[in-house]
């Protein structure tokens, strides 16, 4: 039976469940393992302290997830389809493991912050929408 997300350790299992789905995935799974070449050491972490505080009001993250962004950006050209993939995957992963008020404002939060990433990352600030 599901529960929702109410501790760190679910959130830790959250963020791991979801980095293993992120990194075999054929859409955005080499922009995170040969891109960037992230440490996942050092990588997780983070990301549990960033989910800590988003969701629960914790205080502990420390980092600019933008610039990170932006530098990864001149590396390698992020793309609609890049978020777009990694929403559908976040909100897999929450369905797949939780339910609850907590879980679905994790997935509204998730949306808010990819759609504002690729929003601020896609340069002159217009919204593109579909031609035809």
């Given at each position: 039976?599901?529960?929702?997300?109410?501790?760190?350790?679910?959130?830790?299992?959250?963020?791991?469940?979801?980095?293993q789905?992120?990194?075999?995935?054929?859409?955005?799974?080499?922009?995170?393992?040969?891109?960037?070449?992230?440490?996942?050491?050092?990588?997780?972490?983070?990301?549990?302290?960033?989910?800590?505080?988003?969701?629960?009001?914790?205080?502990?993250?420390?980092?600019?997830?933008?610039?990170?962004?932006?530098k990864?950006?001149?590396?390698?050209?992020l793309?609609?389809?890049?978020?777009?993939?990694?929403?559908?995957?976040?909100?897999?992963?929450v369905?797949?493991?939780?339910?609850?008020?907590?879980?679905?404002?994790?997935?509204?939060?998730?949306?808010?912050?990819?759609?504002?990433?690729?929003?601020?990352?896609?340069?002159?600030?217009?919204?593109?929408?579909?031609?035809?």
């Amino acid at each position: 039976m599901k529960h929702d997300i109410t501790t760190r350790q679910d959130i830790e299992f959250l963020v791991n469940s979801f980095y293993q789905k992120v990194q075999q995935d054929p859409i955005i799974g080499h922009i995170f393992t040969q891109i960037a070449q992230v440490n996942w050491d050092h990588h997780l972490p983070k990301m549990y302290d960033f989910w800590e505080t988003i969701l629960f009001g914790q205080i502990g993250f420390k980092g600019n997830p933008m610039e990170v962004h932006f530098k990864l950006n001149q590396k390698y050209p992020l793309e609609q389809k890049h978020f777009d993939q990694w929403k559908l995957l976040f909100n897999a992963t929450v369905e797949e493991h939780f339910e609850g008020e907590m879980a679905e404002q994790a997935k509204q939060k998730a949306l808010s912050i990819a759609d504002l990433m690729f929003f601020k990352i896609s340069g002159d600030g217009q919204i593109n929408l579909p031609k035809g």
